[in-house]
Structures are given as C-alpha cells and as structure tokens.
C-alpha cells in the first residue's frame, strides 16, 4: 500500500531544500494561487458589466467633424454640427472589426472616413458604408442625449444605422 506524505512533510522537505530550489518552487506556485483566487473572485462577481450609460464629456469639447473613440465601450462619439451628436458603434457591418478614423484618408474625393480595420470598408461620419463590400449599410448606433452641457450616451440603447438611400452624400469633417 502506498502511503502519501503529509502537508507538513512537504513542506519540510522543501525546507530542506537548498534556497534556489525554494525559490524557484515557490514562486510558480504562488503565482498560480494568485492567478486562481483572481479567477474565482472574478466568476463570483459576474464579471465585467457595462453601464447603462456613457459620460462623454462636454459639448465644448468636440469639434465639429473630429470623432472621439471610448475604446471601452466600443462608442465613437461625433459631432456633425451645432447640438448634432451621434455615437456609433465601433464594429464594421461586414466584419465585425472595430473601425479607425483616418482623417487624412482619401475616398471618392473626399477626406476624413472610419475604415475597417479588417477589409478597408469605408464609412463617413454619419456611419453610412460607401465600399462596395457594404454599400448603402449604416453602423449601429447608441441613443446621445445633451442636458446641462453634457453629452451622455445610453449604452442600453443600440439601433439599427439609418436605412440606405442611394442620393445620400457622404458627410466628410469640414476643411
């Protein structure tokens, strides 16, 4: 019969061992304890959970035309014009990759267009796809609300993008 050592032989038998050793037992272990207790900790809280809604900063703080990306929430927030927000979704239609403004990118001359990080798909600042992969498609968006100065952005409140019409312009940043 074979009989296992105890926890209190273990350890004294890695007691007994030289300091190098103990160490680089040691550590591993430890490392592996702590990322265990993270995950456990993590599991029983329910993970990450979005919030309801996005504080996206003050109206005076976006420029007509210049989107800010909250890279966390996966929101481009833009200001078209005066009191004119819209916050997109920072996934392609087609691909589902997150999007990239290239202000200085040049589309069916014209400047300034989210692109596709996976397969270069075009889309202006209203989120309308001009590439022939996606035409006439629109990027979902999020409801925006101003009060006070403030842009708010529900994260709760995601909608198909506007409905494809063939006559639309594309929206580019002003010169």
Request: charged share 25%; hydrophobic share 40%.
């Amino acid at each position: 019969m074979l009989v296992s050592p105890s926890s209190s032989q273990l350890i004294r038998r890695v007691a007994d061992l030289p300091w190098p050793w103990r160490i680089g037992l040691g550590v591993p272990l430890l490392a592996g304890a702590a990322i265990a207790l993270g995950a456990v900790v993590s599991l029983l809280s329910g993970g990450y959970e979005r919030p309801d809604t996005l504080e996206a900063g003050r109206v005076e703080e976006y420029a007509v035309g210049a989107p800010r990306l909250f890279e966390e929430d996966d929101v481009w927030v833009v200001r078209l014009a005066e009191g004119e927000f819209l916050a997109l979704y920072d996934r392609a239609l087609e691909s589902g990759c997150p999007l990239q403004w290239r202000r200085e990118f040049e589309f069916r001359e014209r400047t300034g267009w989210f692109v596709d990080a996976c397969n270069g798909a075009a889309y202006d600042l209203r989120g309308r796809c001009y590439s022939d992969i996606c035409l006439g498609a629109s990027l979902d968006r999020f409801a925006v609300t101003i009060g006070d100065g403030n842009v708010t952005v529900a994260l709760r409140e995601l909608t198909r993008g506007e409905p494809f019409d063939p006559g639309a312009e594309p929206v580019s940043p002003p010169p």
